[in-house]
Structures are given as C-alpha cells and as structure tokens.
C-alpha cells in the first residue's frame, strides 16, 4: 500500500513537447527509467506549454498509473529575483512577462509587441510616460472626444492668409482630437 501512495506522486522530466492540438494537452515525461504521455495540467484559467527545460510533478489520478496528469514549472529559465508576493506570467523561450510586482505591473516584450484587443480598451492612469515611439495607425482622440483621422491642414502657409487657415485648421484638429477647447 505504501508503495502505491509513494508512485502516485512522482517528479517527472520533459522529453517531448506537443503540438497542443489535441483535447487534452498532453507532454511526453520520463519518471523512474519510464517514458509516458501525460495530460498538462494547469490552473485555470492559465494555460501554456511546457518547454523542454521542464520538470514535473506527476500525479496519478485514482491512483491509477494509467490516468496520469503532470504539473509542470521550468526552475532554470523562471524570472528571477521576485520578492516576497510577486507573481506573474512568463514565456522562458523569449523572456518575456507580465510580473504583479509589489510595485505595481511589469510588462517586458523582448520584440515588437503587438496587442490584439475585440472589444473597447478603457485605460485610467494617474500619469503616463512613454519612452520610444509611438504610432497611431487609424484614428486618435483623447479626453473623451471621439477618435478622429488624420485632419486636413491645407495647402502650405506662404502668406498671412495661408497662416490663419493653418492655424484655424490645427485648431479645429486640436479641439476634435480633445487635446485643445
């Protein structure tokens, strides 16, 4: 009897990754001098897949060594240096995270970023600072003035004439853009 509890749970090493296609996410571990499949479990709603740096906890559901379900952490590739309480999400391949420091969010891409959103992004902040660039590619608007494209400015300002049509065209833009009133 012993002997069945102490198989239940068993360390495991990641021999082979899956292409996360199936069902059930399963990864191929190596436990005792044995190979097996078993399925990837995580907590919801986290999902992910393992790399093959991977170590486990393998577990065998009603005690059954054929129903075997793994937990699965990568210790040699994990972000570093958290204090006490911080947590996150990372990818061990790119390095990249969200961390909940105890400083506030971290977020690290180590390449273009790109966000996909389906629905509407409301962001509060009490303060922002962007290093680098920024690009807006449709419409921009801010303090709660509908997003607007890009604004007609006119031809080239060469005489007074053309200066107060400049300015009165900036303007316009300024107002509907919701930066000026």
Do not use: W
């Not at 400083?103 to 680098?132: H, K, P, Q, Y």
């Amino acid at each position: 009897m012993i002997r069945k509890l102490v198989n239940m749970i068993l360390h495991c090493r990641v021999l082979k990754i899956s292409d996360d296609t199936e069902n059930y996410p399963s990864v191929q571990i190596s436990y005792y001098g044995k190979v097996a499949d078993a399925t990837r479990l995580m907590p919801y709603p986290l999902v992910g897949n393992a790399t093959l740096t991977s170590l486990g906890l393998k577990l065998n559901v009603g005690a059954d060594e054929g129903n075997r379900v793994v937990i699965l952490h990568d210790p040699t590739q994990r972000v570093r240096g958290l204090l006490e309480g911080e947590g996150g999400i990372a990818n061990s391949i790119t390095g990249d995270y969200v961390l909940l420091k105890n400083t506030g969010i971290e977020i690290l891409a180590n390449s273009d970023m790109t966000v996909d959103i389906a629905g509407n992004l409301n962001i509060s902040v009490t303060r922002a600072t962007i290093d680098g660039e920024v690009a807006i590619e449709d419409a921009f608007g801010c303090n709660g003035a509908a997003p607007q494209a890009s604004a007609p400015l006119g031809a080239v300002a060469t005489d007074l004439g053309s200066v107060i049509a400049l300015a009165n065209a900036m303007r316009t833009a300024l107002v509907a853009d919701g930066i000026g009133s």
